[in-house]
């Protein structure tokens, strides 16, 4: 039935290197008026089937096209300019290299996905089940760098915008030293 539909996420885990992590970081910190976002590039490794963890090697800067100060999202042109950087990076390294997720920033707030984040995350799973999404807490009132890995799960819910309810999983992530800049 409908509810057999809605594709689990896959994801077990993440990783991200220490370099992207700060591209990340000091993007997020550029501004506190409003969210900033990019791409996640890296490889997907296989646990099992359904079962996989997300290596975040480099990340893509984006300009916001939105400059309503909270919503973020990525168009299909950004998308596919980032999946030609990860194929050159692919060809230039000789390492599996794809688009596998996103990130953007909370200034001010919780680190927390909102219904939107979870929602926007949902629709980027049924493209990709393993795709991850990161979000940098930055200039709370606590100081210092949050960060939350997230996926979606939904349920169909006639109640909700698009049919489903969604709702946050959280993966867990570790950050890992050296190699793989950008």
């Not at 909270?70 to 390492?95: C, F, H, I, N, P």
């Not at 990130?103 to 493209?127: A, N």
């Not at 100081?143 to 946050?168: H, I, K, L, M, S």
Request: proline share 4%; hydrophobic share 40%; with cysteine.
């Amino acid at each position: 039935g409908p509810a057999g539909a809605m594709q689990a996420p896959e994801l077990r885990a993440a990783t991200i290197t220490r370099n992207a992590f700060l591209c990340c970081t000091s993007h997020a910190l550029t501004t506190e008026k409003q969210e900033i976002m990019g791409l996640l590039l890296g490889r997907l490794e296989e646990l099992g089937p359904g079962a996989k963890v997300a290596h975040v090697e480099h990340v893509i800067v984006m300009v916001r096209k939105d400059r309503r100060k909270d919503r973020v999202e990525v168009s299909y042109e950004s998308l596919a300019k980032a999946s030609g950087m990860a194929d050159k990076l692919q060809s230039a390294t000789g390492r599996e290299c794809r688009v596998i997720g996103w990130y953007h920033s909370h200034p001010h707030i919780t680190v927390l996905p909102s219904h939107v984040d979870v929602r926007t995350q949902g629709q980027y799973q049924f493209m990709d089940r393993a795709w991850l999404g990161l979000i940098f807490s930055v200039f709370s009132s606590r100081g210092g760098v949050g960060v939350c890995a997230f996926q979606a799960v939904g349920r169909p819910n006639a109640a909700y915008p698009d049919g489903t309810e969604w709702a946050r999983q959280e993966v867990p992530l570790r950050i890992r030293g050296g190699g793989g800049g950008g």
